[in-house]
């Protein structure tokens, strides 16, 4: 079973759980649900974000001039790399700044006894920043990276649906976790009532704004406005458009 340990995130002073298929957060506003919650998204959604690099390492070849691309500038050169880099900038846009947190502040996921992430700070010795973001990953997490570095190859096609399939089976199996993963902000009442005007106000929004954004709010948004397509027709033309890609007689989907 999974397991989540806080030390002096936000209001949280120290929380260790284990996370059952089913959870019910009860408590006074500010008291650190939301941190909670945020937390697990944070390290449950890691394995997609692996499978992200790893297609962008994939399609990110070096210019016949020599020059860095933007993967190996951004993220490292191999996929162990990139993940530390990307989960130190994801950690920022899901809690904010780390400068004004304390220097005990941690949190770590235990997916199995031997494959878990951990998040702390560092004191910063070179720049002039006082808490610097530290990623500490399992030894059987960096084995799998490192044994999957430049695991994708490019076909006119692009990357082959049946690895990324396997990719994905083999991360599955690592994290023990096979569920895709929603964080639904509050206020999401707000957010449906101004649905039709969602994909306008998201389009028009520059760069800076959407990192300002809440990760986990910038990403519900971004999943309503993929699947909104799909309910263009009711639910009668959802049901027809998924009968269509299943086995499965029209009345049962």
């Known amino acids: 079973m999974h397991r989540l340990i806080i030390n002096k995130l936000g209001p949280i002073e120290r929380c260790e759980l284990e996370c059952s298929p089913?959870?019910?957060?009860?408590g006074f506003q500010a008291s650190g649900k939301?941190?909670?919650?945020?937390?697990?998204?944070?390290?449950?959604?890691?394995?997609?974000?692996?499978?992200?690099?790893?297609?962008?390492?994939?399609?990110?070849?070096?210019?016949?001039?020599?020059?860095e691309t933007e993967y190996a500038v951004v993220h490292g050169m191999n996929l162990r790399k990139g993940l530390e880099n990307y989960l130190k900038e994801k950690f920022l846009r899901t809690?904010?700044?780390?400068?004004?947190m304390s220097n005990e502040m941690f949190m770590e996921y235990y997916f199995t006894?031997?494959?878990?992430?951990?998040?702390?700070?560092?004191?910063?010795?070179?720049?002039?920043?006082?808490n610097y973001?530290?990623?500490?990953?399992?030894?059987?997490?960096?084995?799998?990276?490192?044994?999957?570095?430049?695991?994708?190859?490019?076909?006119?096609?692009?990357?082959s649906e049946e690895d990324l399939r396997k990719f994905r089976a083999e991360l599955q199996n690592l994290f023990a976790d096979n569920y895709s993963v929603?964080?639904?902000?509050?206020?999401?009442?707000?957010?449906?009532l101004l649905s039709q005007q969602?994909?306008?106000?998201?389009?028009?929004?520059?760069?800076?704004?959407?990192?300002a954004l809440d990760n986990c709010t910038k990403d519900y948004l971004e999943r309503i406005l993929r699947i909104k397509p799909e309910f263009s027709e009711g639910l009668g033309g959802l049901?027809?458009?998924?009968?269509?890609?299943?086995?499965?007689p029209f009345k049962v989907v």
């Open 22 to 26: 089913f959870m019910t957060l009860t």
């Open 34 to 67: 939301s941190t909670i919650a945020k937390a697990i998204y944070y390290f449950r959604t890691i394995k997609e974000d692996i499978v992200n690099l790893a297609k962008t390492q994939a399609f990110d070849t070096v210019p016949a001039n020599g020059l």
């Open 95 to 100: 809690f904010g700044s780390s400068w004004a």
């Open 113 to 130: 006894d031997t494959c878990s992430v951990k998040v702390s700070l560092k004191e910063e010795t070179r720049f002039n920043t006082p």
């Open 133 to 159: 973001i530290w990623i500490t990953l399992s030894g059987e997490l960096i084995n799998f990276l490192y044994a999957n570095n430049q695991c994708f190859s490019i076909t006119p096609l692009g990357i």
């Open 182 to 192: 929603v964080y639904i902000p509050a206020g999401r009442s707000m957010i449906t």
């Open 198 to 211: 969602l994909g306008y106000i998201y389009a028009t929004m520059d760069d800076i704004q959407k990192r």
């Open 239 to 248: 049901a027809a458009y998924n009968a269509a890609k299943t086995v499965l």
